[in-house]
């Protein structure tokens, strides 16, 4: 009994894998990489946000940009979920939430929204700085890595710009061992 629930425990990793590496994620190069801590200096390519704010909490942030992307829009088009999900550092005076809108749409072709809280921004190219965990994430574990961060930028005299932002890349059914989040900040490198 003992070898199938590792054959399917393992399955269940594979699939859940799998799955997440089939979603599109936004393109960028690395320019450095440090491993202790996992930091990396990376060039993003431009790219257009779906945003809302997050007033009533991130599952409410969450549900309003879903609900566009799942066809509440005025052409009913489903559109495909990325990743990073992306929102502003917990605590913040104005609370964001953004998905990546997948790079085949330019913002002329974006079916308008059903729900007015739905906004979209073109960001240009940039470069960021991005220090990499695993686990489910909290507010006072995404500002700990977020000091660690800053910390770490200050020692390599590199000038973070602008707010940073708290990068989730997985689904909820994902074990904690196996998610990807990060927290980003535009740099002066």
Known sequence: ????????????IMLISSTASAIEEPSYNVVKSWDEPSVEIRDYDARI??????????????GVLAGYIFGGNETA???AMTAPVQRTM???ASEEMAFVIPSEFAMD?????NDDRVAF????????????FSGWVSDKKAEQYWQTLSSFLASKGI????DPTLN?????????????????????Y
Not at 1 to 12: A, D, E, T
Not at 51 to 61: E, I
């Open 109 to 113: 072709e974006l079916p308008k929204p």
């Open 49 to 62: 946000l779906a945003v809302t704010k997050m007033g009533q909490g991130a599952n409410a942030g969450f």
């Open 168 to 188: 989730q890349y997985n689904p909820p059914w994902t074990p904690p061992f196996m998610r990807r989040n990060e927290i980003i900040v535009a740099v002066a």
């Open 90 to 92: 917990p605590a913040q």
């Open 77 to 79: 088009q489903e559109i």
């Open 159 to 162: 000038q973070p710009l602008g």
């Open 1 to 12: 009994m003992r070898p199938f629930l590792i054959s399917l425990y393992s399955c269940v």
């Open 121 to 132: 921004r073109e960001e240009p190219a940039y470069r960021a700085a991005a220090i990499r």
